[in-house]
């Protein structure tokens, strides 16, 4: 079983910006991949973001393409979030997802971390 850990949410105004970091623990089925998905209130979960080890990929939503930017730490269990120029609209719980992820699924999930963006 894998654990995953996610900090760095908060309240930030429009236009400012968040760093989301996820640390993992445990065994994950598959390591191939860390991504980011998110669920605002009365929306169903989304993917946002996802990073390959194996050449470092990194796939986007476009409602986040050239404001998130997702990177991986050294240790290769470590994924970061980096946000910029927020909107309301990014508005939502922010989750890690390890194993098997591609922009529909995953594997393991963390408990999530809330991101409110002000108008």
């Known amino acids: 079983q894998a654990q995953l850990v996610e900090s760095g949410g908060g309240l930030v105004q429009a236009g400012g910006s968040l760093r989301l970091s996820c640390a993992a623990s445990?065994?994950?089925?598959?390591?191939?991949?860390m991504g980011w998905f998110r669920q605002a209130p009365g929306k169903e979960r989304e993917f946002v973001a996802s990073i390959f080890w194996s050449g470092g990929f990194t796939y986007y939503a476009d409602s986040v393409k050239g404001r998130f930017t997702i990177s991986r730490g050294n240790a290769k269990n470590t994924v970061y979030l980096q946000m910029n120029s927020l909107k309301p609209e990014d508005t939502a719980v922010y989750y890690c997802a390890a194993g098997g992820v591609t922009t529909l699924r995953a594997d393991y999930w963390g408990q999530g971390t809330q991101v409110t963006v002000s108008s």
């Open positions: 445990g065994r994950t089925a598959s390591r191939d991949a």
